[in-house]
C-alpha cells in the first residue's frame, strides 16, 4: 500500500524542492502540499491552504486525505523570528506539538521535523561541533529548535513516536529565492553576481558557516526517513555536514566563472546571529546510523548553481 505523505511549507527553499523529489517516489496524488497561499494561486492538483497554527483545520487534513507521513517544515526563520519573538516562537512550536500529538494518537505513523545549526550558541565549540556538544542558542529561532528536539525526544521515548530530524547547516539552492535566513548570502550572492557583478554582504568575509547545497539536503532528509528505525541512536535531530567556507571564499569561487565580480562587506544584525554558530560540523553519528554522505563541494556547488540560474534567468 502506498504511502500518503503531507509536507508543510511546501513552498519554501526545502520543500519545493522536497515535494518534487517525494512525488517522484510515491506519486504525485500520495503526496499533499500544503502552504499559507489560496489554492487558486497555486498549479498544483494536490495543494491545500493550511495556516499550520490552526490545529484543527491540520487534523482535518490529515483525517481527509488518510496522511501517514507528515515533513513538517513550515517555521519562521532566524532573521525573521528576531524581529517578531513571540510569533516565531508559537509558530515553531505550538505546530510541531500538534503534529507529535497526532502521532501519539497514531493519527500519523511517521514524522519529519527540521532542526539547525541554530541550536548552537556561542559557548558551542566552533570547530567539528559533536553531535552533543553545548548548545545554549542565543536566537529565538535557535532557541524554538533547540526546545523542539527535546520534545521529539520526549515523544519518541514517552509514547514511541516515530519523529525524525536533521540540524541543517545554511542551505543553497537556484530554485528559490532567499527567505529571511541569516545564511541565506551564500544564494543570494550567486544572483548578484549573474545580475549585478557585485554584492554587498551582510556578513563579514572571514565568516564561516556550515553550509548545504539543496540536493544533498533532499537526499539526507529522504535517506532518513527510509532509514532502519533500530539503527537511528537520535531522536532529538542529526547533526548533518558537507562544506565550511567564508564569504571571501565563496566570492573567490564565483570569481574563477565570473572574472569581473565584486564582493564589498557591511555586516547587520546577522553578523551576531551568524558568530553565534557553528564554522564546522561533526556528522560522524549521522555517517554511522545512516551511512550519510554528502556529494557536492563548494567548486561543484558553484558550477552547479550559476549553470542552472542562467537558464532561470536567461543569462
Not at 490529515?62 to 517544515?73: A, S
Not at 546571529?273 to 554511522?288: E, L, N, R, T, Y
Given at each position: 500500500m502506498s504511502k500518503k505523505i503531507m509536507v508543510t511549507g511546501a513552498l519554501g527553499q526545502i520543500g519545493s524542492e522536497l515535494v518534487g523529489a517525494l512525488r517522484e517516489i510515491y506519486g504525485e496524488?500520495?503526496?499533499l502540499s500544503t502552504d499559507l497561499k489560496e489554492a487558486t494561486e497555486i498549479a498544483d492538483n494536490y495543494y491545500e491552504k493550511l495556516d499550520v497554527t490552526d490545529s484543527d483545520k491540520i487534523a482535518e487534513l490529515?483525517?481527509?486525505?488518510?496522511?501517514?507521513?507528515?515533513?513538517?517544515?513550515a517555521a519562521m526563520l532566524s532573521a525573521t523570528a528576531e524581529k517578531y519573538p513571540k510569533k516565531g516562537w508559537d509558530l515553531n512550536m505550538d505546530s510541531l506539538l500538534t503534529f507529535l500529538e497526532l502521532a501519539k494518537e497514531k493519527k500519523i505513523k511517521q514524522l519529519y521535523w527540521p532542526s539547525s545549526i541554530a541550536i548552537f550558541g556561542p559557548d558551542t565549540p566552533k570547530n567539528n561541533t559533536e553531535q552533543n556538544a553545548l548548545a545554549i542558542p542565543t536566537t529565538v529561532y535557535g532557541i524554538s529548535k533547540r526546545a523542539g528536539e527535546f520534545w521529539c525526544n520526549y515523544y519518541h521515548e514517552k509514547f514511541g513516536v516515530d519523529v525524525r530530524s536533521i540540524r541543517y547547516p545554511g542551505l543553497i539552492s537556484w530554485k528559490t529565492r532567499p527567505g529571511g535566513g541569516t545564511t541565506d548570502y551564500a544564494v543570494d550572492i550567486y544572483y548578484q553576481a549573474l545580475e549585478e557583478r557585485k554584492y554587498e554582504c551582510?556578513?563579514?568575509e572571514n565568516t564561516a558557516l556550515p553550509m548545504m547545497y539543496m540536493d544533498d539536503a533532499i537526499r539526507a532528509t529522504i535517506e532518513l526517513m527510509h532509514a532502519d528505525a533500530d539503527k537511528l541512536t537520535v531522536r532529538t535531530s542529526y547533526n548533518l555536514h558537507a562544506l565550511s567556507?567564508?564569504?571571501?571564499?565563496?566570492?573567490?569561487?564565483?570569481?574563477?566563472?565570473?572574472?569581473?565580480?565584486?564582493?564589498?562587506?557591511?555586516?547587520?544584525?546577522?553578523?551576531?546571529?551568524?558568530?553565534?554558530?557553528?564554522?564546522?560540523?561533526?556528522?560522524?553519528?549521522?555517517?554511522?546510523d545512516w551511512n550519510w554522505k554528502p556529494k557536492f563541494d563548494l567548486s561543484a556547488m558553484t558550477v552547479a548553481m550559476l549553470n542552472n540560474l542562467k537558464e532561470k534567468l536567461g543569462k
Open positions: 496524488e500520495n503526496v490529515v483525517d481527509k486525505h488518510q496522511i501517514d507521513v507528515v515533513y513538517h517544515l551582510f556578513l563579514s567556507f567564508t564569504p571571501k571564499e565563496i566570492a573567490e569561487d564565483i570569481q574563477k566563472h565570473i572574472p569581473d565580480f565584486e564582493i564589498s562587506y557591511k555586516p547587520d544584525f546577522r553578523q551576531q546571529i551568524a558568530d553565534s554558530w557553528p564554522g564546522s560540523i561533526d556528522d560522524s553519528v549521522a555517517q554511522k
